[in-house]
């Protein structure tokens, strides 16, 4: 599960319905292009950046994070092994491909 970031609505202008859903448009659309081309040429220059690193359990963890270093995404759990944690970044990029975008009244 990706929890959203922390006061992520507000710190990347989504205050609207319309906002979210175009955000989450466009992280799934550089998601989904990372996947046939490298992070660095997705999305006419704009950068997703997974950053994996060991929390204070000693679990490992990652950190999907924009062009602007602003965090987008965090895992709901840390992993055991770093070989876990990049199964987990790889699957969030697969998985985005054919995710749906589904409004929540």
Same mark, same amino acid.
């Given at each position: 599960?990706?929890?959203?970031?922390?006061?992520?609505?507000?710190?990347?202008?989504?205050?609207?319905?319309?906002?979210?859903?175009?955000?989450?448009? %466009?992280?799934?659309?550089?998601?989904?292009?990372?996947?046939?081309? $490298?992070?660095? #040429?997705?999305?006419q @220059? +704009?950068?997703l950046?997974?950053?994996?690193?060991?929390?204070?359990?000693?679990?490992?963890?990652?950190?999907?994070?924009?062009?602007?270093?602003?965090v987008?995404?965090?895992? %709901?759990?840390?992993?055991?092994?770093?070989?876990?944690?990049?199964? $987990?970044?790889? #699957?969030?990029?697969? @998985? +985005?491909?054919?995710?749906?975008?589904?409004?929540?009244?």
């Open positions: 599960m990706i929890a959203p970031a922390a006061n992520s609505q507000t710190e990347i202008g989504m205050t609207t319905r319309r906002g979210a859903i175009k955000g989450v448009a %466009g992280v799934l659309g550089l998601l989904v292009s990372s996947t046939s081309a $490298s992070l660095a #040429s997705a999305a @220059g +704009a950068r950046t997974f950053e994996i690193y060991k929390d204070t359990k000693g679990e490992f963890r990652w950190t999907l994070k924009a062009g602007n270093r602003q987008l995404a965090t895992p %709901g759990e840390g992993y055991t092994t770093k070989a876990a944690c990049r199964k $987990s970044i790889e #699957s969030i990029k697969r @998985g +985005a491909a054919t995710a749906s975008i589904v409004e929540v009244p």
